[in-house]
């Protein structure tokens, strides 16, 4: 069974912080992404990523930075938190191109921004 | 461009009445078509993809590449089936990015 973990599932954070949040996947997945989820707005993809030190943006990369220095570990860098990025972020994980590309999800994070 | 269109927000329906959840989409190529879900307090997870053809907890949904939709259609609803659905695409020609609607709220009342 694939297991995406998310670091915390709740963060509350101050103006102007430098946030993480961690996505860690176990099985093996070349391709993780991340996702802000909204209500009203859906699933916007924010970062992803198909390799180790690779990364490429997705839609709405503004204020957001990340890292994937190792193939199971992708991180999301909010580098001054605002009060518009509070959101649930959704971590996701699939295996390859040449295979069935089902997207596996993490619990999410609510980060609030005071 | 690749968009998803979920014209629903929300959804309401008795058990065991028919309910379908619409999707229409845009891309010029071939597209894969899914559906996600989330229950509540649960995680977002794959219900169905087109390119299987296959029924998952009575759901089912046809590609019509005519209408460009891709439309979620169960005969008899459940109570067990509220929850938060969405439609993604995904662009064949090896970008694994999915494109997702932005979402229907199914609330099946008892």
């Known amino acids: 069974d694939v297991k995406v973990t998310q670091s915390s599932r709740y963060l509350v954070k101050r103006t102007g912080e430098k946030v993480f949040l961690e996505c860690v996947q176990d099985?093996?997945?070349?391709?993780m992404f991340w996702y802000r989820q909204d209500p009203g707005l859906g699933l916007r993809l924010i970062y992803f990523?198909?390799?180790?030190?690779?990364?490429e943006k997705g839609d709405i990369p503004e204020g957001y930075s990340v890292s994937r220095e190792k193939k199971e570990r992708f991180s999301l860098i909010l580098e001054s938190a605002s009060t518009n990025q509070t959101s649930m972020y959704l971590c996701?994980?699939?295996?390859?191109?040449?295979?069935?590309?089902?997207?596996?999800f993490g619990p999410g994070t609510r980060l609030t921004v005071l | 461009a690749q968009r998803v269109t979920q014209p629903e927000k929300l959804l309401s329906v008795f058990k065991g009445a028919p309910v379908e959840l619409k999707c229409n989409y845009s891309?010029?190529?071939?597209?894969?078509l899914f559906w996600y879900v989330q229950y509540s307090r649960q995680r977002l997870q794959l219900l169905l993809r087109?390119?299987s053809r296959e029924s998952i907890k009575g759901f089912t949904a046809d590609l019509n590449k005519g209408e460009t939709s891709f439309h979620l259609k169960k005969p008899f609803a459940q109570e067990e089936d509220s929850a938060m659905y969405y439609c993604?695409?995904?662009?064949?020609?090896?970008?694994?990015?999915?494109?997702f609607g932005k979402g229907t709220k199914l609330t099946v009342n008892p």
């Open positions: 891309y010029s190529g071939s597209p894969e």
């Open positions: 993604a695409l995904r662009g064949r020609g090896g970008s694994e990015k999915l494109v």
């Open positions: 087109h390119i």
């Open positions: 990523s198909y390799d180790v030190k690779m990364k």
């Open positions: 996701a994980s699939s295996l390859s191109l040449a295979a069935p590309n089902e997207q596996f």
């Open positions: 099985m093996d997945h070349e391709n």
